[in-house]
């Protein structure tokens, strides 16, 4: 199970995103951003829920609770949702 210290790393790392620049963007400091991947200190609740809205996953995603990725699509029109709904399709056939 992964803990908030290593998806939060890794979420960032997906994303291009310095601990410096995701600091700036939830108005703390670098050096806080540090200790949650460090493991050292964990980010409060509101925090959490800046981080889910930031990087677009649920909690649950970010403390490692489920590990179901979800892409929101609620901005696509129909067209393009149908094709992201068929790339779904063909992948999990393949398994």
Same mark, same amino acid.
């Given at each position: ?18 601990? &410096? ?12 951003? &540090? ?8 980010? &409060? ?21 489920? &590990? ?28």
């Amino acid at each position: 199970m992964y803990k908030l210290s290593e998806r939060l790393k890794e979420l960032r790392n997906q994303n291009n995103i310095s601990q &410096n620049a995701l600091a700036k963007q939830m108005n703390l400091t670098r050096a806080t951003v &540090n200790a949650w991947e460090m493991g050292i200190s964990s980010p &409060n609740a509101q925090s959490l829920i800046l981080l889910s809205q930031f990087f677009k996953v649920s909690v649950d995603y970010l403390l490692g609770i489920d &590990n179901t990725e979800t892409v929101d699509i609620t901005l696509l029109n129909k067209e393009e949702k149908n094709i992201i709904y068929s790339l779904v399709k063909y992948f999990d056939e393949l398994k």
